[in-house]
């Protein structure tokens, strides 16, 4: 289960709107840049994001070749509170003040849940700078949002006497009601984040967001990823509809909402990061290379796993998918296959 708060402390800088907003960012890891869009509900840099987006947080996740950067939308997190704008136009200066203080000519954005709406205002609005454009569980209707989860406004109404309480509830639903420790902690990192008036603010604001009529407008190489369960149907339905009205937009769904090496590999490859894993290496991922090179020298599955830091059971997955892959049985016809292959 993905932790509370990251595992090590980024180094948060800030940049300022052109409407004078104090916006908190930090970037991580080296490479071409992602930038991924603040969700604003909720937003604060010490939450884990709707995915784990490297390696230093999540072994299977994204990083390899990237610089991802993250921020809080004002009004959220560690950036200004003195505005509770959270308009499309607003969101979409947040975004313009992070890449003009890193100095971003071209990079790739990930609009995450209600980050995707500036994520596509601000493709449209700058396509020479925007290379690819990741949607995940997003959505171009904030009516639509907004309607699917109505039954949180009445919540809302009690929030300002009853905040903790509100907040514990939220997290607990996040969490799929299945660990009470950890939505306690959640909690408390969500009222960190937000405040009740700007919880009601950005509600308010989901009503004005619209972004339909741009999405026959985006240029950029477009992915668009939802998971795919029962309890997901509207989201679902609003994914294929981005799909559908972006130009050539590929759609994916995944299996759950845990972020995989899966994952990492489909959004690798539409970026065209990461490290070689088709050609020369029997169709084997990065990391299945990895984990069978340590086969190769011996190294037990829970040798491996403390070497790679991944758990017992996503070795044996990787072991398991090495042996189909191969058409092999056993470590020794492993180990004969990826010597006779030159693959170690």
Avoid at 53 to 77: K, S, W
Avoid at 311 to 330: C, F, L, M, Q, W
């Amino acid at each position: 289960m993905a932790p509370i708060l990251w595992a090590m402390e980024h180094d948060i800088q800030y940049c300022t709107t052109g409407d004078g907003g104090s916006i908190a960012y930090y970037t991580l890891g080296e490479g071409e840049p992602l930038v991924v869009t603040s969700t604003v509900l909720w937003s604060h840099l010490q939450l884990p994001p709707f995915a784990e987006y490297h390696p230093t947080d999540n072994p299977e996740g994204l990083g390899c070749g990237l610089e991802i950067v993250r921020y809080d939308a004002r009004g959220t997190g560690l950036s200004g509170r003195d505005s509770l704008d959270f308009s499309l136009d607003a969101r979409v200066r947040d975004l313009e003040a992070v890449v003009e203080r890193l100095k971003l000519k071209r990079f790739a954005i990930l609009g995450p849940l209600h980050g995707g709406p500036a994520a596509i205002a601000y493709a449209v609005r700058h396509p020479e700078r925007v290379s690819h454009l990741i949607l995940l569980g997003s959505y171009a209707r904030g009516s639509d949002n907004r309607h699917a989860f109505r039954h949180f406004d009445s919540w809302v109404e009690r929030a300002h006497e009853h905040w903790t309480t509100y907040t514990l509830t939220i997290a607990n639903s996040n969490t799929f009601f299945t660990d009470s420790e950890r939505g306690r902690k959640l909690a408390a990192l969500y009222r960190e984040s937000m405040t009740p008036d700007s919880v009601r603010a950005f509600l308010e604001s989901q009503i004005t967001i619209d972004v339909t009529a741009l999405l026959p407008l985006v240029a950029a190489p477009t992915l668009v990823m939802q998971v795919a369960l029962p309890s997901n149907m509207p989201q679902l339905e609003w994914s294929r509809e981005l799909a559908s009205a972006i130009p050539d937009a590929h759609f994916v769904t995944i299996a759950s909402h845990r972020w995989t090496e899966e994952e990492t590999r489909v959004v690798e490859d539409f970026l065209g990061v990461g490290q070689p894993h088709a050609s020369g290496t029997a169709g084997l991922t990065a990391r299945e290379m990895e984990v069978l090179r340590l086969i190769v020298v011996g190294k037990s599955s829970r040798e491996i796993a403390t070497a790679l830091i991944l758990s017992p059971r996503t070795v044996e997955r990787h072991v398991a998918n090495i042996y189909r892959k191969t058409d092999t049985h056993g470590r020794a016809q492993l180990t004969g296959f990826a010597l006779r292959r030159s693959l170690v």
